[in-house]
């Protein structure tokens, strides 16, 4: 279950740190899906093979938590402009910026004096045709340095139906709507969104991996005459050595990446 209260733990060299949430969620609508950690089967979608033997398959799978949308609506787009509905609408809307069904109502409820009339549109058509955006219906937090890359969700099947964009938000600076832009991809037929099935995954990633200080130390070797003996040692260790092996096990990656970090987790992990 989420925790939203720090607790101190006591570390290997035997000093406590604080156990604080890397992120926390806020939920606004009280319709919402609360977000769940992704799968490492991706929902049960990954073959049974993947999921023993392809740890780069479920790792990426289980980076981050799985955001859902808070109910069930369906677009269609005729080219030109954007209707949209919601389970028991009953009938099309244009779609300019619309608040989550009784929102705006219940948000003047609970917020300060000052705060009400300020609630979040629920979806809202974008400046550019086909693109819409969309919100969670959350808030997420995060502790300094880190973000939040807020992308579709890994090896889980695809709608044909639309496109996801990828954002990095600075939610340890952003306090505001937990938000994803879409592109439709065809027209005049409805475009479907389902509440029980993840619109997003969001991922963790400290500010520093994305700087351009950071991406700008790479190296590129051109060629194989280029290869250092280290560099052929490695091939060797990685490639050849498991490939010669008569005892060799499948699944030897999976197995050692699963060893790795059950050690970095620590004991009683």
Partial sequence: MPTTR????????????????????YRLIPEARLPQRA???????LPVRALRYCAPVTTASAFGWYVFPPIDFALKWDGADI??????AGEWYPLGAAQFPDFSRYFDKHAPKDVKSFSPPFIGAGTKPANVQLWSGLIARTVPGWSLLVRPPANLPRSRGYDLYEGIIETD??????????????????VEIRRDYPLLQVQPIPREVYANETLNRFEIVEKLADFTAADWQRYRETVVGPNVDPH??????????RRRAKRAAGPGA
Avoid: H, I
Avoid at 39 to 45: F, I, K, L, V
Avoid at 83 to 88: E, F, L, N, S
């Fill in 6 to 25: 720090a607790v101190a733990k006591s570390g290997a060299d035997g000093a406590e740190r604080a156990a604080e949430p890397l992120v926390t969620f």
């Fill in 83 to 88: 209707v949209w509905t919601y389970k028991d």
């Fill in 173 to 190: 600076r952003w306090f505001g709507p937990l938000l994803t832009n879409l592109r439709l991809a065809r027209t005049d037929s409805p």
């Fill in 248 to 257: 060799r096990r499948r699944g030897a990656y999976a197995v050692k990446a």
């Fill in 39 to 45: 799968d490492r089967s991706a929902g049960g979608m």
